[in-house]
Nanobody, 123 residues
Framework: QVQLAERGGDSVQAGGSLRLSCVVS????????MGWFRQAPGKEREAVAT????????WHANSVKGRFTISQDSGKSMLRLQMDNLQPEDSATYYC????????????????WGQGTQVTVSS
């Protein structure tokens, strides 16, 4: 089964940057979509960014567009999320996700999840 492991979460001040990484292993050949979701206390889980593995095409949520950038390595073994100009509203647990099908924004359709990494942004 596909395994995902995130790292890079930390506590930073507003305006700071973080880079999240996700190691992707086991049965990765047919993964069509990988991405990042986040969930803050009291809020629903939301899509942050996705990438089509075959083409590198990306999507970013309006709330992070221009500040966050999703990317992958050529071998699909590493997924990254560069987070710049972080704001307190970005504080959440961030999850690396993947699925064999096309990219969707509903978390229910992703069957592979990492354990999550905590990002805390103070003002």
């Amino acid at each position: 089964q596909v395994q995902l492991a995130e790292r890079g979460g930390d506590s930073v001040q507003a305006g700071g940057s973080l880079r999240l990484s996700c190691v992707v292993s086991r049965d990765t050949d047919n993964l069509a979509c990988m991405g990042w979701f986040r969930q803050a206390p009291g809020k629903e889980r939301e899509a942050v960014a996705t990438i089509v593995t075959a083409t590198g095409g990306t999507w970013h949520a309006n709330s992070v567009k221009g500040r966050f950038t999703i990317s992958q390595d050529s071998g699909k073994s590493m997924l990254r999320l560069q987070m710049d100009n972080l704001q307190p509203e970005d504080s959440a647990t961030y999850y690396c996700v993947a699925r064999y099908g096309s990219c969707l924004l509903d978390p229910a359709f992703y069957n592979f999840w990492g354990q999550g990494t905590q990002v805390t942004v103070s003002s």
